[in-house]
């Protein structure tokens, strides 16, 4: 468990309690130790931006409300504008934490099992890839994000609690095969379609489940290699999820 100080702590236990309410059943015991091992408000910036005006939220002077949105089950947008100052012209969101119950809701889809490799595509802040690494082990973690310096600071976040997943800086639609091949596949970043490098085949023949979300959607391979069919579980606000038991295309 990392060191947490008292607000830290009830501040969790209250995102776990509700979580376990909205997502209608209890957590499972490995993802809740995760949680307290990575816990999330290490892995967001000191500065995040709430509300539909993207007000800038400082750890430093408001302490209590940048805390209540860590660990509120909500989107917390942690990067504007690519990481430029917009001034005084428009703000945009370039970069977000996912609301829990999201996260652990495409976690569950993964359907892990010990030993298994995965494959994230967008490592953001890197706390999605950090709860796989305390379930998986470090080892068995591959995260490739496409922004130089939130690589670079999600890397920090990581190790940061004794974590550390492989966390590649490159475009993740082509997938990443010198880990490969992969057991699973999870995206983490919005895409408007598949990229066909990750709905690839594994050498075994097998054939096995891709999810896809943004909104939220199945993938299972088709018999024809290269090919997915899916059905749609729902939207996933400002994320997509690709899971997958099988090797991206090289």
């Not at 080892?139 to 550390?164: H, I």
């Not at 490159?170 to 970043?189: E, K, M």
């Not at 379609?193 to 097998?206: E, F, I, N, W, Y």
Request: overall charge negative; glycine content about 10%.
């Amino acid at each position: 468990m990392t060191k947490m100080d008292a607000a830290e702590e009830i501040a969790l236990r209250g995102l776990l309690g509700t979580l376990n309410q909205d997502l209608g059943t209890a957590l499972g015991r490995g993802w809740e130790r995760a949680m307290w091992a990575a816990p999330r408000h290490r892995f967001l910036p000191d500065t995040i931006w709430l509300g539909d005006d993207l007000e800038a939220c400082s750890r430093g002077t408001a302490p209590e409300t940048w805390l209540r949105a860590a660990y509120a089950d909500a989107p917390v947008v942690t990067q504007i504008n690519d990481g430029e100052d917009p001034g005084e012209g428009e703000r945009w969101p370039s970069c977000s934490a996912s609301a829990p119950s999201i996260v652990l809701r495409m976690l569950d889809m993964l359907n892990l099992l010990p030993q298994h490799r995965v494959l994230e595509i967008g490592t953001g802040t890197g706390w999605n890839a950090g709860l796989l690494a305390h379930g998986l082990g470090s080892d068995l973690v591959t995260t490739v994000e496409v922004d130089p310096a939130l690589s670079m600071q999600a890397a920090v976040n990581l190790k940061n609690v004794r974590l550390d997943p492989h966390v590649v800086c490159g475009d993740g639609s082509a997938g990443y095969p010198s880990s490969a091949p992969y057991d699973r596949i999870i995206s983490t970043c919005s895409v408007r379609s598949v990229p066909p490098r990750l709905v690839g085949a594994d050498p075994t023949g097998r054939r096995d489940p891709h999810p896809l979300g943004n909104p939220l959607v199945l993938l299972r391979p088709a018999a024809a290699e290269g090919v997915a069919r899916g059905e749609r579980l729902g939207a996933v606000p400002s994320a997509l999820v690709v899971h997958a038991d099988a090797q991206p295309a090289h």
